[in-house]
């Protein structure tokens, strides 16, 4: 059997609406939120990455009361996790995972 040529994949769409849909909870984040990049640097201990993680579980639907608990994990007070939809909780969850990152990047450069 002969398979078909290899084909990569297109290139990230920079303008997909999942792209612009984490940039814009992103900024929400910042503008609405009051988490700004210097509000950031101070979680050193991870807890960007552990809250994304953890929306990123509500994303797959498990413990899928209404809504579901703050999973094990969660870094934060209870009263902040607000899980909606599954992909909310994935645009939440890549919007941290970019803090997180961002935090690193700054972390690196001082």
Not at 93 to 101: F, H, K
Request: with cysteine.
């Amino acid at each position: 059997m002969e398979t078909a040529p290899y084909e990569p994949t297109p290139l990230l769409q920079w303008s997909s609406q999942a792209m612009l849909d984490v940039a814009a909870e992103r900024r929400r984040q910042i503008e609405v939120e009051g988490w700004t990049p210097e509000h950031d640097d101070c979680h050193r201990d991870g807890s960007l990455a552990k809250a994304a993680y953890c929306y990123a579980w509500a994303a797959c639907g498990l413990g899928m009361e209404s809504p579901p608990p703050a999973p094990p994990g969660w870094p934060w007070a209870g009263t902040w996790w607000k899980p909606r939809d599954t992909r909310s909780n994935l645009v939440r969850a890549a919007a941290l995972l970019l803090a997180e990152i961002e935090r690193l990047d700054r972390a690196s450069h001082a």
